[in-house]
């Protein structure tokens, strides 16, 4: 282009750079090229009255503001991000909204309802009946919300679009919370200036003044994130009761009421803390004696219990006394109602049971003593009965064997019969055999079934479990491998055939009369757990290895792990219970004795391991 006043022009172009911005510059740096071929048209075909255009335009430089308006925003990373996440679940909540509006009408058609009219209750009523469940923890049962129940809400962006944030405590990450803990310092130093005032007024606090929390409790750590929407941690909540404690112990407390109770709830009333459980009416016989009438349940049997108070400790059962109708067991499940309560021997029992064994007519019983005590005590001792399960009924039921099993859950135990052959028949696993059914652990603790048929021998009463507590888990599976081979025949049970076959797999030939004193050593028939009980039995009272070496090395001066036959003779007769030597002479003849020097440390662990056998 050629155009005429040149530097006019860059010298407009520098002072419209030095005020506007580039985009701004380019379009009057255009609007002026375009005046300029315009004007120049026009002088060349100018007549009469036409005023030629002027050169340089009176153009004002435009504002800051107007200039900072049409800039572009640019969005930090922290709000993308937020943004982004707010995207992702609102794309999300609409899924999830949408389904569960059509579950809702599919359900409403199911039941019968107004698709438009079902409420939350009509909805939780339709779950529980479709989806009955028995599971004791309630978040395990089935449930249908609403997504904004069940999905936790995000948190709304605590920054502007530049990444400033608008809480002074936004990198304390816990925001919300410190602003809680900031205004319960304020309010607290707020109450505590006031009481001063009126202290210099001379007017003191009244009890009116100061909040009553009763019946009211601090909220959970739970609760108090799901209000904040923030992690809280035991030592941020140990810190947040602390300061509402201090907060409502002041005396003008009553002034921050709203404050206060905004993470406060109340407590369940009485009668749902007694699980609705109703309490029987207090009647008067003939003689003007106080009963109560409960019905007791146990399974699917009942039991009507008449409880008279102010009595002698009398019990009746379908007319019987006592003991003429319950084991001792039963009649101390019946007496645990008055044990809880400490009234034993305060009232009298009449009770008619229908069904049922000894143990569920005992329980119907303590099921309705229980219930009909609650008409005489207090709503602490009512407490008490129900921590202990004894105002529920208990509806529990016997499990049926199933095929194939030995009982409901019990399995068989499975072995290899051809690898068992095996290990017995291979002579280099003999003494390892030989380990666990020694002579002398035999001799101490075993016995049979043989002949039981012929005698008419009553079967022994299997032992109680309490005995696997004596034993780790490890000298439990020890001993079960050990029975394993001594059964012989796999039948679960020890006889006098199973150790015969077992001796002969050794090698050995034991007599009759050997079996027959290990068999008498048991009352009855031997399963594992009578097998475990015999050896714990033996084992009653009886010091580990290491308390016994230590016991004859404080003897051994040079702990050297051997002690003068003679020194130790003379201890033995000399000293504590003073034996003869005739006993001594019995324990040194198959005591570890050598060269006259006494080896206490083989001979500790003969006490607990047995002697091993020369042979082997």
């Known amino acids: 282009l050629h155009m005429e006043n040149e530097s006019i022009l860059f010298l407009e172009m520098i002072y419209i750079f030095s005020n506007f911005s580039m985009t701004m510059m380019n379009r009057y740096v255009v609007k002026t090229v375009r005046l300029k071929m315009i004007s120049r048209r026009l002088n060349s075909v100018a007549g009469e009255g036409v005023k030629e255009l002027p050169d340089k335009l009176n153009i004002q430089p435009l504002s800051k503001s107007f200039v900072s308006s049409r800039k572009i925003v640019q969005i930090s990373k922290a709000m993308a991000a937020y943004l982004k996440s707010a995207t992702d679940r609102k794309i999300k909540m609409d899924i999830e909204i949408e389904k569960y509006e059509l579950g809702k009408r599919h359900l409403a058609n199911m039941m019968g309802f107004d698709a438009d009219a079902i409420t939350k209750e009509d909805i939780d009523n339709a779950i529980r009946y479709l989806f009955p469940s028995g599971l004791f923890s309630l978040k395990s049962r089935p449930i249908m919300k609403h997504p904004d129940e069940l999905f936790p809400r995000i948190k709304s962006a605590e920054f502007d679009t530049d990444g400033r944030p608008f809480h002074f405590l936004f990198y304390t990450l816990n925001a919300s919370f410190y602003q809680i803990m900031f205004d319960c310092a304020e309010k607290t130093d707020a109450l505590q200036r006031y009481e001063d005032a009126q202290l210099r007024k001379g007017k003191f606090s009244s009890e009116e003044a100061h909040f009553d929390t009763t019946g009211t409790q601090w909220i959970s750590r739970e609760q108090l994130q799901t209000m904040l929407s923030e992690n809280v941690s ?114 009298d029992v009449i009770a008619e ?54 009982g409901a859950r019990k399995k068989w135990t499975w072995y290899d019969k051809a690898l068992m052959r095996q290990f017995q028949n291979d002579e280099e696993n003999k003494s390892t055999f030989a380990v666990f059914v020694s002579v002398d652990c035999l001799q101490q603790g075993m016995a049979s079934r043989v002949n039981r048929k012929g005698l008419n021998r009553k079967r022994f009463q299997r032992a109680t479990s309490n005995i696997f507590a004596m034993f780790s888990q490890a000298q439990i599976q020890e001993f079960k491998e050990a029975f394993n081979m001594i059964d012989q025949n796999r039948d679960g049970f020890i006889d006098k055939e199973d150790l015969h076959d077992m001796f002969a797999s050794l090698g050995k030939d034991v007599s009759d009369d050997i079996l027959d004193s290990m068999i008498n050593e048991s009352p009855g028939t031997i399963n ?73 440390v083989e001979f500790a662990r003969m006490l607990k391991h047995g002697a091993v056998d020369k042979d082997d």
């Open 528 to 600: 594992f757990t009578v097998f475990l009980t015999l050896f714990g039995e033996k084992m009653t009272g009886t010091d580990p290895e290491e308390v016994i070496r230590n016991a004859f090395q404080c003897f051994d001066e040079e702990g050297t792990g051997y002690i003068k036959e003679e020194y130790l003779r003379e201890l033995l007769t000399t000293m504590g219970d003073r034996y003869t030597n005739e006993q001594v002479d019995e324990l040194f003849k198959d005591a570890p004795i050598k060269n006259n020097f006494f080896n206490y």
């Open 353 to 406: 049971t229908t069904g049922g064994g000894e143990s569920t007519k005992a329980g119907a019983v303590r099921h309705g003593i229980a219930l009909a005590l609650c008409a005489f005590v207090s709503d602490e001792t009512k407490m008490k009965l129900r921590l202990n399960g004894l105002l529920t009924w208990d509806r529990r039921r016997h499990e049926r064997k199933k095929v194939a099993q030995p």
């Open 234 to 347: 035991e030592v941020q909540y140990e810190r947040f009761l602390s300061a509402m404690n201090h907060l409502t112990d002041q005396s003008y407390s009553l002034r921050e009421k709203d404050f206060i109770m905004k993470f406060r709830r109340r407590m369940c009333d009485e009668a749902t803390t007694l699980l609705t459980v109703s309490t029987p009416e207090i009647l008067y016989d003939e003689w003007n004696r106080k009963y109560a009438v409960a019905v007791g349940k146990r399974r699917k049997h009942s039991a009507t219990v008449k409880l008279y108070a102010n009595g002698t400790g009398k019990f009746s059962v379908d007319n019987l006394e006592l003991c003429d109708f319950f084991s001792q067991e039963s009649r101390a499940v019946m007496l645990t109602p008055f044990l809880t309560a400490e009234c034993l021997g305060m009232y």
